[in-house]
């Protein structure tokens, strides 16, 4: 029988009432729960902003680092030790803005991170500025007459820089969102799972999402062609969310590493080297 | 009149454009002189680019220790003509130039100089298509001048290409044969001194060095990105990621270096990292990030002469000071220099125990001058190093458990919380970023100026920054190179004594009463041990390759204690002994005057 207050911590989110970020809290422990997972077996690593406390409310390991840079944190760790399963979660301003860069070569490398982005459109805990994703037109307080940027498109870029698992989810629904999530957690490799999670603060989109989303599933779609992905994700009349594209064909960064290392990962190493091994080294430049 | 060489050293200096090999012959010079039983100090001149300008590498090699480039130049190798005229005037007497007369003139050859002309690129020609074999003939004519066993150089060059292609090896030592017979037929050696074939000794620079010192300190993650001087560093532990096990990560910036480094800190393995200045610049946040969380990581900076990108090819020891404030707010951190090849082995091994026994990032300072082309002798490699990972759990202890967390952040007696890695059951935490209290707790949001928070946010950052006491007393005293009680110190920091040390040897000579004192511990400094010392000392003057005097500044901000007089070099070349030389004793001359 599973436990269901495995995950559970000793904090209160402290997100305002009606948040996206509490249904994807909600399905993450969730699908840590159904996939069998141990709270010290995962490390959740995040970077600044609401979505980022996610750390604190869910009682696994945690490292609540920069704005930003949860990626690369999250690699060293998966690097030193390949045996954790390692999520990073954030918000749109830190994947897709400041920290974007370390997403795009994740997804390249492949790196075994499964990558949850709380995407709600807005700067939300700096209180409602422009982010990477804000629309055309959208007035905030940095756009007090609307916007005049057009917004980044994370998937396709993600899927184009080498994206072996793409995928979105709302967290109106935080029971599909536990599913993708699940086969996140069976991927090879890399995961992005963009989250649309309003911010009834700031940018309040829940009515609008709960009008266009479908689910992909439901239309028979099949998430093995790059080409169709592509289409899925642009759909101009609807928002679908599930998984556009997966492949599990591709090694993960980590176990190309572990071809080169001989699977000896740092975490196991920290010791001297054999004397025999010493010899050599020292006269290698001689 | 030009200086007279000294007796029992060589110095020598290739020079050529970038693309010519001159690196590699340099490193062949290295090598048949180690193999010869000296020892050797090298210097690269480098430039930032890969074909074409002008690039040049010095070997200094002697019977006794050599720590710098030393004085003049013994035989000088210009395989073209802008080596020759920006060399020539630096030639000893006593030594010779070895030149192609075809392709260089050897014009106002300083006298006493041996003319060795020899025919490099006709030579070349005869044992390949391009005329790229011409050092190889060269280092022949090299080894003749200087007497060493032409079997020596054979090997040399076997070693060296014989992994490449048999036949290119063959041709290599055909071509310095002939090179060789030239300069020695008929004629003795033009310096020759003691050899020894008998041990080869270690050669390496302070980037290898560091590297090994690593590996052997239980460090097997290591990150980077690409940045002159300290390149040489990832493609050593590239080079050797599957024979020793290491995992390297050539990340896509040096923001994620930093942060990918503190991340595999704290999931428990030992990491390190390096850069130069540029790149440290964008690693800055995350070092704060390492302080914060407690993470201890080692962070190599070989530093180039800046601001910005300032000479990538070219030595500094300007970035103390970012060091020393290097990402906002206060927090604990250590600093260390090491001096040379030798010390910067051993220095990874204090690094990594520092790092963890504190839970601090530990910053070591390399240059150029040592870093990169920079090889030195090191005597005495001991690999029986010492792992103390400091407070590590793996099962909570009273108190430290409160059913949710383990209490990761503890108020401790010695201000050092015990520690617990990812996968361990049972000792969950978050490492925060924000300011926390000992459970981890968030203290930037709900906890956030209620009454209990200041008081608490006080203690956190008071037993993050008391650490540095216990530290204090864990850094090593300056050492003290020469006789105590004289007349003038030079005060030295990491590379720059080297060039002070020979100096020093040559003031000696001259009866000048000098010492040094050399810092290789830079922070925390231990005030009161290190203002007791420089209080002995007499004149004192700081010698670093800085516009600013930064570690001067440095100790008088620390203890009180001012320099006399000043020696600093920002031109990007390291300093020469000659100059360290001709400084004292200038100095020496105000202190007789003032007498």
């Known amino acids: 029988m599973l436990d269901p207050k495995l995950f559970e911590s000793d904090t209160r989110a402290d997100w305002c009432p009606g948040c996206g970020d509490f249904g994807v809290l909600a399905a993450l422990k969730d699908a840590l729960l159904k996939s069998g997972k141990q709270p010290h077996e995962v490390v959740v690593v995040s970077g600044i902003g609401c979505s980022s406390n996610m750390p604190g409310y869910i009682r696994t390991y945690g490292f609540h680092g920069l704005h930003g840079r949860p990626m690369p944190v999250a690699i060293g760790i998966k690097c030193a030790n390949p045996r954790l399963t390692v999520v990073a979660a954030a918000g749109d301003g830190d994947e897709y803005g400041i920290g974007f860069n370390h997403v795009v070569h994740a997804a390249r490398r492949n790196d075994d991170i499964k ?114 992905a592509y289409e899925a994700m642009n759909d101009p009349n609807g928002i679908p969310i599930g998984i556009f594209y997966r492949t599990e064909d591709k090694a993960s960064f980590q176990e190309r590493l572990g071809e080169v290392n001989g699977g000896r990962w740092p975490v196991d190493e920290v010791k001297t080297l054999p004397e025999s091994v010493c010899r050599s080294l020292a006269l290698e430049f001689a | 009149m030009p200086h007279q060489g000294k007796e029992g050293e060589l110095t020598i200096r290739i020079g050529a454009a970038a693309g010519d090999g001159i690196q590699s012959a340099g490193e062949m010079i290295m090598r048949v002189l180690s193999r010869s039983g000296l020892w050797i100090t090298t210097y690269n001149g480098n430039q930032s680019l890969i074909r074409g300008g002008h690039v040049w590498f010095h070997v200094h090699a002697a019977a006794w220790k050599t720590y710098s480039m030393g004085y003049g130049l013994d035989f000088l190798i210009p395989l073209t003509q802008l080596a020759y005229d920006q060399h020539y005037e630096r030639l000893n007497s006593g030594g010779a130039v070895i030149y192609d007369p075809s392709s260089v003139k050897a014009h106002d050859l300083p006298a006493g100089v041996r003319d060795l002309s020899v025919p490099l690129g006709e030579v070349a020609l005869r044992h390949d298509r391009r005329p790229i074999m011409r050092n190889t003939v060269a280092l022949g004519a090299l080894c ?40 020695r037929q ?42 002159s001087p300290a390149s040489p560093i990832v493609h050593w532990m590239a080079a050797h990621a599957r024979k020793l096990g290491l995992t390297v990560f050539l990340a896509e910036d040096e923001i994620s270096v930093m942060n990918a480094t503190v991340g595999a800190a704290y999931a428990g393995a030992r990491a390190m990292c390096a850069t130069s200045g540029g790149g440290f610049s964008l690693m800055q946040e995350a070092l704060g990030e390492a302080a914060m969380t407690e993470t201890p990581v080692v962070v190599v900076d070989v530093m180039r002469a800046g601001p910005s990108t300032g000479l990538p090819t070219k030595t500094s020891q300007g970035d103390l000071n970012m060091m020393l404030g290097i990402s906002h707010d206060d927090f604990p951190r250590v600093i260390l220099a090491p001096r040379n090849a030798e010390e910067s082995f051993y220095t990874a091994e204090r690094a990594f125990n520092l790092a963890e026994t504190y839970q ?61 890695v990812p996968g361990t059951p049972g000792m969950m935490f978050v490492a925060k970023t924000d300011e926390h209290d000992e459970w981890g707790h968030d203290m930037s949001d709900v906890l956030a100026g209620l009454n209990e928070s200041a008081p608490l946010r006080e203690r956190m950052q008071e037993k993050r920054m008391k650490k540095l006491e216990a530290i204090k007393g864990e850094m090593k005293a300056p050492e003290l190179f020469g006789p105590s009680g004289a007349d003038i110190t030079v005060i030295t920091w990491g590379s720059s004594a080297n060039p002070s040390r020979e100096a020093i040897r040559e003031l000696h000579r001259k009866g000048v009463s000098v010492n040094a004192l050399e810092f290789s511990d830079i922070f925390p400094l231990n005030e009161v041990e290190v203002t007791r010392i420089l209080r002995t000392a007499r004149t004192k003057v700081d010698v670093e390759v800085n516009y600013t005097g930064q570690f001067a500044k440095l100790l008088a ?36 005057a003032v007498a």
């Open chain 1, 115 to 228: 990558l949850i982005v709380m995407n709600n459109e807005i700067y939300g805990l700096t209180t409602g500025q422009l982010s990477p994703t804000s629309r055309l037109g959208q007035k905030t307080k940095t756009s007090p007459e609307g916007s005049i940027i057009y917004p980044i498109k994370p998937l396709p870029t993600i899927l184009g820089a080498g994206g072996t698992f793409v995928a979105r989810t709302f967290s109106g629904d935080p029971k599909h969102m536990s599913l993708v999530i699940q086969e996140a957690l069976k991927h090879r490799g890399f995961a992005l799972i963009d989250a649309i999670s309003p911010c009834v603060t700031w940018h309040n989109i829940y009515d609008e999402v709960k009008k266009l989303f479908y689910k992909l599933e439901d239309r028979g779609y099949k998430p093995d062609d790059e080409q169709k």
């Open chain 2, 144 to 183: 003749a001048a200087v007497g060493v066993d032409f079997d020596v150089l054979a090997k040399v060059i076997a070693d060296q290409f014989g992994r490449k292609d048999r036949s290119v090896s063959e041709n290599n030592v055909k071509a310095a044969q002939e090179g060789y017979d030239v300069v």
């Open chain 2, 186 to 227: 008929g004629a003795p050696p033009v310096r020759q001194l003691k050899y020894d074939y008998s041990s080869p000794k270690p050669v390496m620079t302070a980037g290898y060095a560091i590297s090994m010192g690593a590996v052997n300190a239980g460090c097997r993650f290591y990150s980077a990105y690409p940045m």
């Open chain 2, 360 to 420: 601090v990032p530990v910053i070591v300072l390399l240059d150029y001058a040592i870093g990169d082309g920079g090889y030195s002798t090191v005597e005495n490699l001991d690999f029986d190093f010492r792992i103390d990972r400091g407070k590590m759990l793996s099962a909570p202890g009273p108190g430290d458990h409160n059913g949710f967390w383990f209490r990761r952040f503890a108020l401790t007696s010695d201000n050092v919380s015990p520690r617990a």
């Open chain 2, 557 to 592: 901000r620390d203890t009180g204690v001012e320099m006399d007089s000043y020696l600093l070099k920002y031109d990007g070349e390291p300093i020469y002994p000659i100059e360290v030389e001709k400084h004292v004793l200038s100095l020496r001359k105000e202190v007789h």
